[in-house]
């Protein structure tokens, strides 16, 4: 997947939808130079790949609004952390989103009408994956903001159309097509096997059933669903099973191995020591050597030398510490660690993506998983529970907990309880994956918690769980609304 890297600079040139909601029309130079032949669709679609990394490394919106994070010794907290988001103050240009479904859109109409008489499984491919990362998008995009306008037109010239906002059920109505028409196109190649897994960090069948999964229990739960719907989430959960991906005996290897050679791992973003300048999102967390001069464990700390690679600004907040409350969980090495001085403790430093070591420094080069299996096993006890089959709920939920070395769950077998611990359960198992305030907010919606109290930074606050539209993105398209609850 080093591969990937040589495309970095494609999406620069392909320039014709970057801004696919603005008047002014774009370039041309991608109907000049690709799409002439077969070969041209495989960078094309892996080039798109760069923009789905850039979502994935981004903690603004899955974790910083969560209760996850407090600041350590260089604080980088903006105003998704103090939840003081506003028109004025934290308005987002979605520009980026929009950037990788125009290029999805154009990839998708070129690739329609090419033969690909040589290899036409590549041309199914290629276009499963298309169309998985466009619902990618649409559903990041979806629980970013609560609704946006759905473009699904390729722009190839001035004639740009303005798109008003789509309800949030249309736009998870487009998400679960595009899922469908993916798993199609994937399954039905000549040879296919759901446990063919390409690339693990590109979309194939399996990883389209995780995503298909996650957008299901949004639905349910947020945007209104039925109970049919929480039951398709539990067999695209199935699906997922099917494809003989495995839990890690051991929990240190589920960041600690890469995703290509991870049994649990479906989907990941590529990163290696050289790719991005400072690493990934890790490195935020990622103490300086300095600031632990005097410390007894310092060398059990994976700090850097070097303060471009490491930033020392997240801890693990005390809320989120709280959740693990047996001190035989064997993830908790592997979650975060107290620097030890002959006072006490500091700070709670985060090992969840210690990087690796080189003969210079560390770097923040581990993948950044996007669905495991362990994932979704939570997501199905919580559709079991939903359900009201609580049975099953615990089976899967166990599942989690008996691989982590603690007991089983043995509370209440009730709505209120059981899904209450499997949100603290997603807390510790997935701490630090860019999940948690997605989480935070379905859970919410579903009743189970007060999100207002729950997050710290939220009390007292009744700033909307959606994030406010900035000006650019309200002068250049008339058409569109400011997020519902900002004035």
Not at 9 to 21: G, I, Y
Not at 287 to 301: M, Y
Not at 424 to 444: A, Q, S, T
Request: one cysteine or more; proline letters at 4%.
């Amino acid at each position: 997947m080093k591969r990937i890297s040589c495309y970095i600079l494609l999406l620069a040139l392909l320039t014709s939808c970057d801004k696919l909601l603005e008047v002014k029309p774009q370039s041309q130079i991608t109907e000049q130079v690709f799409f002439q032949n077969e070969g041209d669709f495989e960078p094309n679609v892996i080039g798109i790949y760069t923009v789905l990394r850039s979502i994935a490394n981004n903690v603004t919106y899955g974790t910083e609004r969560s209760e996850e994070l407090i600041s350590a010794t260089n604080s980088r907290f903006g105003v998704a952390w103090s939840q003081t988001l506003s028109p004025s103050n934290g308005a987002v240009n979605y520009s980026e989103w929009y950037r990788g479904i125009g290029h999805c859109n154009l990839l998708l109409e070129k690739i329609k009408a090419f033969p690909f008489s040589s290899n036409p499984d590549l041309k199914k491919k290629i276009t499963g994956e298309a169309l998985a990362l466009r619902a990618y998008f649409y559903f990041h995009l979806l629980r970013v903001f609560g609704s946006v306008p759905i473009v699904l037109e390729a722009i190839t010239d001035e004639n740009v159309i303005l798109h008003k906002r789509s309800t949030g059920a249309e736009v998870m109505t487009q998400v679960l097509a595009d899922l469908d028409a993916a798993a199609a196109q994937f399954s039905s190649m000549s040879g296919f096997s759901k446990t063919a897994y390409p690339s693990k960090y590109r979309f194939a069948y399996g990883s389209v059933m995780a995503m298909k999964a996650d957008a299901l229990l949004w639905k349910a739960r947020v945007i209104g669903g039925v109970e049919a719907d929480l039951q398709a989430a539990m067999n695209a959960v199935a699906e997922v099973e099917a494809t003989g991906v495995q839990l890690n005996a051991d929990f240190a290897k589920v960041t600690g191995v890469r995703a290509a050679g991870n049994t649990e791992v479906l989907m990941a973003a590529y990163y290696s020591k050289d790719e991005t300048p400072g690493g990934n999102y890790a490195k935020n967390a990622l103490p300086f050597k300095d600031v632990l001069e005097g410390a007894i464990n310092k060398e059990q700390i994976p700090y850097v030398k070097n303060s471009t690679n490491g930033q020392g600004a997240y801890q693990i907040s005390p809320l989120s510490k709280s959740l693990f409350t047996d001190p035989a969980d064997k993830r908790i090495p592997f979650t975060w660690i107290a620097d030890m001085y002959p006072s006490g403790p500091k700070i709670s430093w985060i090992t969840k993506y210690p990087g690796t070591v080189y003969a210079d420094d560390r770097y923040a080069d581990n993948d950044i998983i996007i669905y495991r299996l362990a994932d979704l096993y939570l997501l199905k006890a919580e559709a079991y529970a939903e359900l009201g089959d609580f049975a099953n709920s615990k089976k899967y939920l166990d599942l989690v907990k008996t691989r982590a070395g603690i007991n089983a769950y043995d509370g209440a077998m009730s709505k209120q309880a059981i899904e209450m611990e499997i949100l603290d359960e997603r807390g510790r198992e997935l701490f630090f994956e860019n999940k948690r305030w997605f989480d935070l907010v379905r859970f919410h919606k579903g009743g189970i918690i007060d999100v207002y109290n729950y997050v710290p930074n939220l009390k007292g606050k009744t700033t909307p769980l959606f994030w406010p539209v900035n000006t650019t993105v309200l002068a250049n398209n008339p058409n569109m609304t400011q997020t519902e609850g900002y004035k």
